[in-house]
């Protein structure tokens, strides 16, 4: 199935959605909309919202901001809207007195051409009908399982044990490899807070921990998203980074294309 679905990954990808989208900066209404397109350019893991020009509450100017190269391989989602990968127009946003340099693109596409894309992270208020979206749209073809598990799980550095848990949760995701979610106090290696903090569309904001010989290995949701609330608190691990033992049986360690651009994204500093 993995397969099936990125066959079409280089391509140009959209789906219409029937949810009003709503975009706001501040108390200015970018545009207010249920004609809305989620859109994949080539390569990319996550999608955007495209809204068509009418109903934007904001005018499109040529663009004064800088475009940057787009990168080979997976376009995880730590790189900028900038980096287009499909062909078309970059425009500003500009609403009232505020430009939004290079925060358009108008895609080289008959079936899109009375949209414009919009860069997430250029305005601060994204609403799904009345509630706040974070970090990017959510794709309808990415689901996220938690399941609570008693089967032990054992992670370990170089041989030591980091933690150990026969009360885990085990967290399925598409595209990515299963994580491992333990009670903090099944966790024995120190854990060192650090500045690092990432919001996941699906699972809500994230805050790092460093421990002896790894930097930003262990994250926690503290306020998790509706649907994984049993995550709060919990921590868990790059297991790309850690070996990870199942009752007993040493899992290899993760190699998709989605679980390299994720280490990527968040190798560490």
Known sequence: MQDLLFEGFGLLRYEPSEMRVLVRHGNIVIADTIRAMLVWEPRRIVPTYAVPVADLRADLAPSTGEGMPTPDGV????????????????????????????????????????????????FDG???????????PRDPY???????????????????????????????????????YLPREDVRAELTPTDRRTTCAYKGHASYFSIPGQNNVAWTYLEPADGVTQLAGLIAFFDDRLDVFIDGDRREHPRTAVAEAVRQEFAPD
């Open 126 to 136: 994204w609403f799904g009908e009345d509630e706040r979206l974070v970090s990017h």
């Open 142 to 180: 990415h689901r996220v399982d938690a399941r609570q598990s008693s089967r032990t799980v054992r992670l370990e550095l170089d041989g030591a044990v980091v933690a150990e848990s026969s009360r885990p949760v085990f967290v399925f995701e598409t595209g990515l490899p299963i994580r491992f």
């Open 75 to 122: 376009l995880y989602p730590g790189i900028p809207f900038a980096a287009h990968s499909a062909d078309g127009e970059v425009v500003d946003v500009v609403a009232g007195d505020t430009r939004f340099a290079g925060a358009g693109f108008r895609l080289d596409d008959a079936d899109l051409a009375e949209y414009v894309v919009l860069d997430f992270r250029a």
